[in-house]
């Protein structure tokens, strides 16, 4: 059995199997010249070519998106307090601060991306642990993006999901336990 990221044809490769379709989006492609040769890689080029096109827009679409972001942390002024940029988007201050007196966990996220687009990374780090992280793994995923739709494949394969729960999980982890960590300092 084939799967969607292996690229390979969801028909065979027999010239009278009728037209392969792409196993990722399930698009009919056709080449007479491939199905007389019965030349399978050709098959398999045109299956993969068959989505080509809307993967590489929506690849752009998520390195826009991601870069879009990073922009925005750019354009603000990082707060030296460490918490408090957030407010320069027309955002209330943060309610756990001000009904508790204590900071949430994500207090210093929009700090740390600020400076961390700055190259201030021990003050990205400082300002919350998670965030940076947060902020790295998101410059790192729209380069690949924007590098695979430039290419016209996957630079690196697309991690599977558990790989993306276990990074997830890492991030909230650390971002959890540096809350605690400032609750200790607080009390």
């Not at 398999?44 to 080509?52: H, I, M, P, R, S």
Request: glycine fraction near 10%.
């Amino acid at each position: 059995m084939t799967t969607p990221d292996e690229g390979l044809l969801a028909s065979s490769a027999i010239p009278d199997a009728g037209n392969p379709s792409c196993a990722k989006c399930g698009k009919s492609v056709s080449s007479a010249a491939a199905f007389q040769a019965g030349d399978s890689a050709a098959l398999e080029t045109l299956a993969n070519n068959a989505c080509q096109a809307v993967s590489r827009w929506r690849l752009v679409l998520l390195g826009g998106s991601l870069l879009a972001l990073l922009s925005l942390a750019r354009g603000l002024s990082p707060d030296e307090s460490g918490v408090g940029t957030h407010r320069q988007l027309g955002l209330p201050a943060c309610t756990t601060q001000v009904l508790f007196g204590v900071r949430c966990p994500a207090c210093g996220m929009t700090t740390s991306w600020a400076y961390l687009t700055r190259g201030a990374w021990s003050k990205a780090f400082y300002a919350n642990p998670g965030g940076a992280l947060l902020g790295i793994v998101t410059a790192l995923v729209a380069a690949w993006a924007f590098g695979s739709a430039i290419v016209g494949r996957y630079l690196v394969r697309r991690p599977p999901p558990a790989v993306l729960a276990v990074l997830a999980s890492l991030i909230a982890g650390v971002t959890l336990v540096h809350w605690v960590w400032r609750l200790g300092q607080t009390f």
